[in-house]
């Protein structure tokens, strides 16, 4: 009967609906333009995989001192063959709440064009991207619960011994010139790098990841803010990447494709040159253990709202650094890849003319 095919339709509506709410989705499209808390976050990585499951799978590969899981989205066409990667982490600190919104802005845009847009498309094919939204989810969280927590910088690990304080500057807590320059041993302070390198979770959790697949990474991007910076290795005023120059270069034309989308300048340099001397950085960590293109993305503005960005500048701060990103990325990818297919192609004209010329003297 009709109305017997009407309460099917309806029960049928009903079961999906239930089905899109257990997955924690909204039947609303997500907002790119707002800032999310750490829920919304996870079930939108979770909604991402959902809705694109030929290109993308989610990997936990570690968990936070308050036992949230350490997620991250791989995003790369099938390959019957081993592929290169990109890594890509936001949210290493806490209240640079601009950060996630790029990781997250970033992911759209490569799934909303690599189908139509052939240069994408390629990318995804010969590389896979490892990408974090959030790597302190812990202090991202706190920073969410009230305007008096809304700075914390840190991870949530209680202090040791007789300190009261908590947190430790994950990016001040990786194995690269650890303890050396930019830290303080005082526990109370933004910049702890605590008791001990990889003393923290979420860091171990990074650094054990990029070991497993350190032939594999020919890119790492770490995503910050602000003060409208490219950094590149070391933080160590003494030490420089043997490859610095060529990070440099990269690092220019990253910010040149920046400043073509809304005129925003970012500067170029290693973090002592245009920033201050740190130690025991993520991208200090990626660079030494033969990471070769690694840098640091410190996104908008340069201090007039500093931390607490207004919303309204997420979309054009977003278009502007996915500009840059893609710069390096192209980059390194066609470094990597024509010049093998040159190489290829070189040495396939080489064997071609060899064997020509050797069946012409058989003659």
């Known amino acids: 009967t009709m109305k017997g095919s009407i309460m099917g339709v309806l029960l049928v509506l009903a079961l999906v609906v239930q089905d899109r709410l257990a997955g924690g989705l909204e ?3 997500y907002d790119y333009t707002k800032y999310h808390t750490m829920d919304e976050i996870s079930a939108w990585m979770n909604q991402m995989e959902m809705e694109n499951p ?35 982490d936001c949210g290493i600190h806490a209240r640079e709440w601009i ?27 010969n590389l896979d991207f490892y990408i974090t939204p959030v790597l302190n989810m812990d202090g991202y969280n706190y920073s969410w619960i009230d305007s008096t927590t809304r700075l914390w910088r840190k991870s949530r690990t209680p202090g040791t011994g007789n300190c009261t304080c908590v947190g430790t500057d994950l990016n001040r807590n990786f194995y690269a010139n650890w303890g050396m320059v930019g830290i303080s041993r005082n526990c109370c302070s933004e910049i ?5 390198a990889l003393s923290e979770p979420e860091a171990k959790a990074v650094t054990d990841f ?13 995503i910050h803010s602000y003060g409208q910076l ?69 996104l908008r503005d340069e201090g007039q709202h500093g931390f607490i960005l207004p919303e309204d500048q997420i979309q054009p701060t977003c278009e ?20 093998a297919a040159i190489t290829v192609t070189a040495t396939l004209w080489t064997t071609l003319t060899a064997l020509w010329i050797s069946s012409t003297n058989v003659i």
């Open 99 to 125: 950060a996630p919104a790029f990781c997250q802005y970033f992911v759209k845009e490569i799934l909303g064009s690599y189908k139509t847009d052939s240069e994408v498309n390629t990318l995804l094919k």
């Open 320 to 339: 502007e650094a996915y500009k840059g990103a893609m710069s390096i990325i192209n980059y390194v990818h066609d470094k990597n890849f024509k010049s």
């Open 230 to 298: 490219i950094l590149v290795p070391y933080g160590h005023p003494n030490i420089s990447a043997p490859n610095y120059d060529e990070l440099m270069e990269v690092g220019l034309a990253a910010a040149k494709a920046i400043k073509a989308v809304h005129g925003k300048s970012y500067r170029v340099g290693s973090s002592p040159d245009v920033l201050y001397a740190n130690s025991g950085s993520s991208r200090d960590f990626a660079r030494l253990i033969g990471i070769p293109y690694s840098f640091t993305f410190e």
């Open 27 to 29: 039947l609303k499209s």
């Open 192 to 196: 702890y790098n605590g008791p001990s």
């Open 54 to 88: 030929d290109v993308v799978s989610s990997m936990i590969y570690g968990q936070t001192y308050e036992k949230r899981n350490i997620a991250l989205l791989k995003i790369g066409l099938n390959s019957t063959t081993p592929k290169k990667a990109i890594w890509m």
């Open 210 to 222: 990029l070991g497993m697949h350190q032939n594999q990474l020919l890119c790492y991007l770490t």
